[in-house]
């Protein structure tokens, strides 16, 4: 069955370093996400991205976060300068379309800045 | 603010028991509306998808949609111990302006416990 894969599953890294956490969508998939999860809370959208471009973001992702599809099948979250509240767990997920389609999560990658 | 709330519990039920959980939504906008399940320390394991009024049944898993009242619900019949879990209601909000970009916001969860 395919699946939405993420490395690494965990990654320590100490504050102001970058990071880059990698995802491998479904391959006949064309809308990619990240969503990040804090400790204890909610599953926060981050952003969206279809045909090579952000579609939408939320708040949270400002300047420090970029995202990329660097060949056909990698998906990118880069966070420059970590903070120490950028400890969390962040989900990749790819869906067929945006309207009325499932939308499939990687197993996560945890991140903690030390 | 577009919220998705649900009762945070925790739920718990004897196995074999129905197990109800609820959400609510405030955009009246939202077209499609997911339940997925999440253990801990684990990622969001999709259940259920529901895009119209009424029920959709998969298996043991009932999910019911109300828009008028704007409320979904997912029902777990036969609980099993297995079925202990966080239960996530995520809404996608419809086309605005013709543009969707398929953007879920998830409620907390409901911590259910399901006990022999």
């Known amino acids: 069955e395919p699946e939405v894969t993420q490395t690494p599953s965990h990654q320590v890294t100490q504050m102001g370093q970058e990071v880059i956490l990698r995802c491998v969508p479904i391959?006949?998939?064309?809308?990619f996400y990240w969503y990040r999860q804090i400790l204890g809370q909610k599953v926060e959208f981050l952003v969206s991205?279809?045909?090579?471009?952000?579609?939408?973001k939320s708040e949270i992702f400002d300047d420090q976060f970029s995202v990329e599809r660097p060949d056909g099948s990698n998906f990118t979250l880069k966070i420059r300068s970590t903070k120490l509240e950028d400890s969390a767990m962040y989900f990749c997920?790819?869906?067929?379309?945006?309207?009325?389609?499932?939308?499939?999560f990687g197993q996560g990658t945890r991140l903690t800045v030390v | 603010q577009k919220e998705v709330e649900q009762n945070s519990g925790p739920l718990s039920v004897p196995e074999g028991a129905i197990a109800s959980l609820n959400c609510t939504y405030s955009?009246?906008?939202?077209?499609?509306f997911f339940w997925y399940r999440q253990y801990s320390g684990k990622s969001p394991e999709l259940i259920m998808s529901?895009?119209?009024?009424g029920d959709k049944e998969d298996g043991r898993f009932t999910a019911q949609l109300n828009k008028a009242s704007q409320y979904v619900s997912l029902l777990i019949r036969d609980s099993q111990p297995s079925d202990s879990a966080t239960y996530l209601c995520?809404?996608?909000?419809?086309?605005?302006?013709?543009?969707?970009?398929?953007?879920?916001?998830f409620g907390q969860g409901t911590i259910l416990t399901v006990h022999p």
């Open positions: 995520a809404v996608k909000v419809g086309r605005d302006g013709g543009t969707s970009y398929g953007k879920l916001t």
């Open positions: 955009d009246r906008g939202s077209q499609s």
């Open positions: 529901i895009y119209s009024n």
């Open positions: 991205f279809y045909n090579n471009e952000i579609s939408e």
């Open positions: 997920a790819s869906s067929e379309s945006d309207l009325n389609t499932e939308a499939f």
């Open positions: 391959s006949n998939h064309l809308y």
